[in-house]
């Protein structure tokens, strides 16, 4: 199948990426020790090798984001393929966790390849630190994305066509879980209320107490909804049964769904981070300016991405309530 392909493709690209990193790294070393040396006798020179260094980093982190895209698009259309099986195989969660868990990863990989570009806000003797450290961290996710990514996508075709068909079974062990309704959602509530005075607080004040009170109370906060969201995927799309109903989340029937969800979870948990992350290197930037702005747009970002969290969770209770009027 063309989709084969192209997820395979796109995966080894990624996980061939860190060697590519290697290269880039080492060259961005060898600009930093010119700098830090002083060696710079013909500046010319230097400035055409970091203007190389800039075009370089620059395709890699480009090439990145389109296979990236593609091997998303690829994800999206197995997913596709799965739901018009009419049970006709065993579709387990295992098939759900990979369509989520690659969707995260590579959505990931397109909100750090933004952030990298805060490579030009930077002074000019910590912007190759910055890269060294993003390029090791970046080369972990990219490493161990791929490879989770081959590992389940071998498991998971290998044995998909007779040898399913024969453990086929249409008794769905459903898991249960309470209810829904407002004396639930009331503690949920009260946590977002205190997360928002946290984050009020970060907002006007940023010190190590604050920021550590505000990433905590997101922490909790986030844990909460992710736990609603678990609970309205057991008791409307069965998630842990065997069929294709969880897989309408990343269809277009539902507007690919799961798949903006996905993007908001991973949207509020970067937000939180980077934010700290500028907060504890705002010495380092051009000028302090650009570090408060960019510390209070991720902050608001992982805000909002929160509180849109908070209200699709609160989605299928209103609906519920709704037609029990209509």
């Excluded at 989520?100 to 990863?105: E, G, K, T």
């Excluded at 984050?199 to 550590?212: D, E, G, V």
């Excluded at 057991?234 to 969880?246: A, E, M, R, S």
Aim: proline share 2%; charged share 15%; glycine share 4%.
């Amino acid at each position: 199948m063309l989709y084969d392909y192209l997820f395979l493709s796109s995966n080894l690209f990624l996980l061939f990426t860190p060697v590519i990193f290697y290269f880039l790294n080492e060259y961005s070393i060898s600009l930093q020790k010119n700098l830090e040396e002083k060696s710079t006798e013909d500046d010319k020179k230097f400035h055409s090798q970091n203007s190389r260094f800039h075009i370089l980093f620059k395709s890699v982190f480009i090439l990145i984001a389109i296979f990236s895209i593609a091997q998303l698009s690829s994800v999206l259309i197995i997913n596709n393929e799965l739901t018009k099986t009419n049970n006709l195989i065993k579709v387990d969660f295992s098939f759900f966790t990979f369509s989520f868990l690659q969707s995260a990863f590579l959505i990931t990989n397109l909100i750090i390849l933004f952030f990298s570009f805060l490579y030009f806000r930077f002074k000019p003797n910590y912007r190759h630190y910055f890269i060294q450290k993003l390029i090791k961290v970046f080369s972990i996710i990219l490493t161990v994305g791929g490879l989770t990514g081959l590992v389940f996508y071998y498991l998971l075709t290998k044995d998909v066509a007779l040898p399913e068909l024969l453990t086929y079974s249409a008794n769905s062990k459903s898991l249960s879980f309470i209810d829904f309704n407002i004396i639930f959602y009331g503690p949920v509530i009260v946590l977002f209320i205190i997360y928002t005075y946290a984050f009020r607080l970060f907002s006007k004040n940023r010190n190590q107490k604050t920021s550590r009170f505000y990433f905590i109370s997101y922490t909790l906060t986030l844990l909460v909804i992710v736990f609603l969201f678990i609970g309205i995927g057991l008791k409307y799309f069965d998630l842990f049964g065997i069929g294709p109903t969880k897989h309408i989340l990343f269809h277009y029937s539902t507007f690919y769904a799961g798949l903006a969800l996905t993007y908001q979870i991973v949207l509020s948990f970067c937000g939180a981070i980077f934010s700290i992350f500028i907060y504890t290197k705002k010495g380092e930037f051009i000028g302090s300016q650009f570090a408060i702005n960019y510390i209070l747009k991720l902050a608001r970002l992982n805000y909002f991405s929160t509180l849109g969290l908070l209200i699709i969770s609160f989605v299928p209770w209103a609906m519920l309530e709704l037609f029990k009027f209509l």
